[in-house]
């Protein structure tokens, strides 16, 4: 029983920032890993970035390695995305699972609602 909650998703121009923000609540494994996917319109949802209960491991897709940030505390999951790109525009989700690696290619428990990030030219 996991429920999450993103918030921070918004409009901006390219070469702007945006910091996405979770929080869970009722989580199955207080181990759980955290992740950030996204979905552009017409295109399969893609892994984002994914952190470890422990904050050791991170991944992060090519396309935002270098860009993008992911971190936690003891509440919460971000995502700092700087230097954004038209090509960032999707609706983002948080979601957990038993890893960061397993997230990285796709294995994923729960899913949030999304917040959409559009980033214009």
């Known amino acids: 029983q996991v429920q999450l909650v993103e918030s921070g998703g918004g409009l901006v121009q390219a070469g702007g920032s945006l910091r996405l923000s979770c929080a869970a609540s009722r989580r199955t494994f207080s181990s759980d890993a955290m992740g950030w996917f996204r979905q552009a319109p017409g295109k399969e949802r893609e892994f984002v970035a994914s952190i470890s209960w422990s904050g050791i491991s991170t991944y992060y897709a090519d396309s935002v390695k270098g860009r993008f940030t992911i971190s936690k505390d003891n509440a919460k999951v971000y995502l700092q995305m700087n230097s954004l790109k038209p090509e960032d525009t999707a609706v983002y989700y948080c979601?957990?699972?038993?890893?960061?690696?397993?997230?990285?290619?796709?294995?994923?428990?729960?899913w949030g609602r999304g917040t959409q990030v559009t980033v214009s030219s």
């Open positions: 979601t957990t699972g038993t890893n960061s690696k397993n997230l990285r290619v796709g294995v994923v428990r729960s």
